[in-house]
């Protein structure tokens, strides 16, 4: 279960409510109001997390990064830092799956500029990934320059990484 779809239970709530309803797997949402803040996450709150998992016999089966804008110039470096630190808590959770929505080209950019910008910071963070055996999931959204299937996989081959993939969404 994703816990998107229980906005009002904390983290280890949704894992007790993915267990009864016979779920072996979730996916974390990870923003400031989300399941999972990655600005205030710490090494305890992480094993905690583990253990819970690990006791209720679950996977995290993907970590959802907010960290979105990996074009504009004045946030572009906090931006993969924090998708950094999600690709690291996803390790210490034994996650291997980290997704990415991106975003419309902001004002400022072209389309070629803007999708250049997303693809580099991509490969830079499949890089740091790869190096904790973790993938980046790309995926196709509406309000991202990844809308189909198409561009989601042309973005995904322009990255070439053996750990980039594509997540289809609706």
């Keep these: 279960g994703h816990t998107m779809g229980v906005p009002k239970m904390d983290i280890f709530e949704a894992m007790d409510f993915f267990e009864e309803i016979g779920y072996e797997g979730m996916e974390i949402r990870c923003a400031e109001d989300g399941h999972l803040d990655p600005e205030t996450y710490t090494e305890s709150i992480g094993r905690e997390i583990k253990e819970k998992i690990d006791a209720h ?9 907010y960290y979105l804008d990996l074009v504009s110039a004045d946030v572009r470096g906090s931006m993969l830092e924090g998708y950094r630190q999600v690709i690291r808590i996803a390790r210490d959770l034994g996650c291997k799956r980290v997704r990415y929505k991106g975003i419309l080209p902001p004002e400022g950019y072209t389309h070629e500029e803007a999708w250049d ?3 580099s910071g991509l490969q830079e963070s499949a890089t740091f990934a790869s190096g904790l055996d973790v993938w980046i999931c790309v995926e196709n959204h509406s309000g991202s320059m990844t809308q189909g299937a198409r561009e989601t996989l042309r973005m995904v081959e322009e ?12």
């Design 117 to 119: 910008r997303t693809r």
């Design 159 to 170: 990255i070439g990484m053996d750990n980039v993939g594509v997540i289809l969404d609706y």
């Design 57 to 65: 016999r679950m996977e995290v089966v993907c970590l959802t990064s």
